[in-house]
T-cell receptor, first 114, second 112 residues
């Protein structure tokens, strides 16, 4: 998906380890999001950032922290990974100001916590 | 321990048939409704959206219908092709917020 880059693409962590998932967009959009997707389920919002300098909790924020470093970058941190955080993580962005509802997603980060 | 997830609804059609995928949304205050397509191993991709003041919107081979009375949204795909096989998600958005809330999803399988 052009314009949204997520790193890493795959990661295996041991319980208790920490890591940061990186997301960068070159679309100059204000809003950025982090979702998780568990097998057979839809996407659940973890955190979002409506604009640079602001962040808000979504449906499932527990165990995560985020940083909106600048307009381009929005990172998701797991301070102490748990097996329940095994999931596929998607970063997305959209341009609320234009009233265009289309959100653009990255390819996802597949995280396994053992 | 083993995790148990929900099983997504499935729809199987023959190539060339029309497909109808349904979604029930939860928030009567939502102003925008969007359909996304997710192919295996990829992030969701935007298909079409509709605003709450409309009840029908057409795109290329796709039509979205909105029934606010019963909070129901549907996606119709005409002349379904094997490349349409994917998981389809509906999403809703409040006009005053940027965040998207996704529905459960439906697996569409198109048989040649």
């Amino acid at each position: 998906n052009a314009g949204v880059t997520q790193t890493p693409k795959f990661q295996v962590l041991k319980t208790g380890q920490s890591m940061t998932l990186q997301c960068a967009q070159d679309m100059n959009h204000n809003s950025m999001y982090w979702y998780r997707q568990d097998p057979g389920m839809g996407l659940r919002l973890i955190y979002y950032s409506a604009s640079e300098g602001t962040t808000d909790k979504g449906e499932v924020p527990n165990g995560y922290n985020v940083s909106r470093l600048n307009k381009r970058e929005f990172s998701l941190r797991l301070e102490s990974a748990a097996p329940s955080q095994t999931s596929v993580y998607f970063c997305a962005n959209d341009d609320r100001a234009s009233m265009n509802t289309e959100a653009f997603f990255g390819q996802g980060t597949r995280l396994t916590v053992v | 321990g083993e995790s148990v997830g929900l099983h997504l609804p499935t729809l199987s059609v023959q190539e060339g048939d029309n497909s109808i995928i349904n979604c029930a949304y939860s928030n009567s205050a939502s102003d925008y409704f969007i359909w996304y397509k997710q192919e295996s191993g990829k992030g969701p991709q935007f298909i079409i959206d509709i605003r709450s003041n409309m009840d029908k919107r057409q795109g290329q081979r796709v039509t979205v219908l909105l029934n606010k009375t019963v909070k129901h949204l549907s996606l119709q795909i005409a002349a379904t092709q094997p490349g349409d096989s994917a998981v389809y998600f509906c999403a809703e958005r409040l006009s005053s917020y940027g965040k998207l809330t996704f529905g459960q999803g439906t697996i569409l399988t198109v048989h040649p």
